[in-house]
């Protein structure tokens, strides 16, 4: 298995181009781009659907022939209002020109097409607490299985305060088992605030055949190609992740470790 750790590959223009070849994988898509003013990013989705998330900052943005206008409203992620976003079907060309400094990416997997160009967010999509404790959490739903707004995609964002936990009790989604388990690849961008900090990613099997630990800065992504995945957050270290979601069904099903079973 190749390193779960994937380093930006610069600070401007395009600093992640993970297909799922490079990936390894079947279904995940993910690019990243960071733009000053006037700078663009577009393409073309080739029998792949896409979520485009305006995680910083704001750009004018089109998408299957439909001008969306300017979108995005925070400048910062961590000011923890709800993103915009908009759903882009497969065969579509897509064109976002940054109004601001802007960070912008594009979430993608295969789809059969057949839903129109729309948007996600900011409306319909609330912050949500989730777990308690050191394990609380807080929650936007951009695209997940209770919104019928793709064919494969499950976005989602979640912010984990300092001295926090999050994807945790540690859980896999690796096995198609509908309705026990599924198979969802993931992807995790990380941010931290402040940007000079880390954080600490454990992706591992049960038979610890994959075994990984890292430490993530910001702008690093982490592969989940199987296996757990628990996050934790250093006190003083306030971390966001954007999370991607693919399988072969659009459905959040998942096992927790058999060592934290109590936790469940």
């Known amino acids: ?30 690019d990243l781009w960071r733009l000053a003013p006037g700078e663009v990013a577009q393409g073309r989705l080739e029998g792949r659907e896409a979520i485009l998330v305006l995680v910083e900052g704001r750009a004018s943005v089109t998408a299957a022939g439909v001008d969306f206008g300017e979108m995005g409203e925070r400048l910062s992620v961590f000011e923890r209002i709800p993103p915009h976003a908009l759903y882009a079907p497969p065969g579509s060309a897509w064109r976002a020109v940054a109004t601001t400094d802007c960070v912008l990416a594009l979430c993608t997997a295969p789809s059969p097409g057949g839903r129109p160009a729309q948007r996600l967010g900011p409306v319909g999509i609330a912050l949500e607490d989730r777990g308690e404790g050191t ?30 936990w999050s994807s945790y009790p540690p859980h896999r989604h690796d096995v198609d088992d509908f309705p026990n388990i599924t198979y969802l690849e993931e992807t995790y961008y990380h941010r931290l605030n402040p940007a000079q900090g880390f954080g600490i990613q454990r992706v591992f099997t049960d038979d610890l055949s994959l075994d990984q630990t890292m430490a993530v800065a910001d702008h690093d992504v982490v592969l989940v190609p199987r296996g757990h995945h628990p996050c934790a957050a250093p006190h003083g270290i306030e971390m966001y992740y954007l999370n991607v979601m693919a399988g072969p069904r659009r459905n959040w099903r998942f096992a927790l470790h058999p060592d934290f079973g109590f936790l469940g």
Request: a negative charge; zero cysteines; glycine letters at 12%.
């Open 135 to 164: 394990n609380l959490r807080h929650i936007h739903n951009i695209a997940m299985e209770g919104r019928d707004v793709a064919d494969r995609l499950l976005v989602t964002e979640v912010y984990t305060p300092g001295g926090h």
């Open 1 to 30: 298995m190749a390193d779960l750790l994937r380093r930006p590959m610069g600070q401007s223009g395009q600093v992640h181009a993970i297909t799922p070849e490079a990936a390894g994988w079947e279904y995940v898509g993910f």
